[in-house]
C-alpha cells in the first residue's frame, strides 16, 4: 500500500467550462482535508487551484503552496496557505513541489498543468522516482491525453508498460481505494538527478 502523507496536486488556474471539474476540485480537497493529507500545490488562489487549496482548508487541512515570485501577482497568490513558499523559477516550484509529495493527482488544466504532468511522468521513465501518479479523469477530460499516450506506444516511441506510469482515476471517492492498492514506491526519489 502506498503510504501518502500529502499529495502534489496539478490543474488549472481556470475553473473551465464544466462545473463538474470545479466540483471535482472542491471535493479532492475535502477529501484532504478529511484524510489528513497535505495538499501540495502552485499556491494560487483562481481556478481550481483555488478551489481545492478553500476545500481542503475548510476541511481543517494543510495547504502548502508553491508559486514562483513573478506570478504570485499574476496567479494572486492564497492568503489562506498553511505556507506559502516562493520560488526563482518555474522549474524550482517543479523540483520542491516533488519533494514535498508522496503522490500526484492531475485535475483538469491547460498548458502548465500539462507540462508538471509529463515532467513528473517523464522522470517515473527514467526511474528517478516511483511515487504514484493520479490522472484524475473526470467527466472523460483526459481521454485525448490517454489516447496520445496509446498513439506514442503504438507509433514506436515508448513501450507499452509505459502506459502503466500514470494511473486513471474517474471519481474521486475511489482515490483511497486506488492508493491502498497500489504499492510502496520501490525507488528512492533521486532528487540528485532531478
Known sequence: ?????????????????????????????????????????????????????????????????????????????????????????????????????????????????LDEAFEMITWKQLRMHDKPILLLDIAGYWRPFREMMRHVVEAGFARGEHETLITPVERIADIPGVLAGLPEPALPARIDQV
Open 1 to 113: 500500500m502506498a503510504r501518502v502523507t500529502s499529495l502534489c496536486v496539478y490543474c488549472g488556474a481556470s475553473a473551465g467550462n464544466d462545473p463538474r471539474h470545479a466540483a471535482a476540485a472542491a471535493e479532492l480537497g475535502r477529501l484532504l482535508g478529511e484524510s489528513d493529507i497535505a495538499l501540495v500545490y502552485g499556491g494560487g488562489r483562481v481556478g481550481l487551484m483555488g478551489i481545492v487549496a478553500d476545500a481542503t482548508l475548510a476541511a481543517g487541512g494543510k495547504v502548502i503552496g508553491v508559486i514562483p515570485t513573478m506570478l504570485k501577482t499574476r496567479e494572486l497568490a492564497h492568503p489562506g496557505c498553511t505556507e506559502l513558499i516562493a520560488v526563482d523559477t518555474m522549474h524550482a516550484r517543479k523540483q520542491r513541489m516533488f519533494e514535498l509529495s508522496d503522490a500526484f493527482a492531475i485535475l483538469p488544466g491547460g498548458l502548465g498543468t
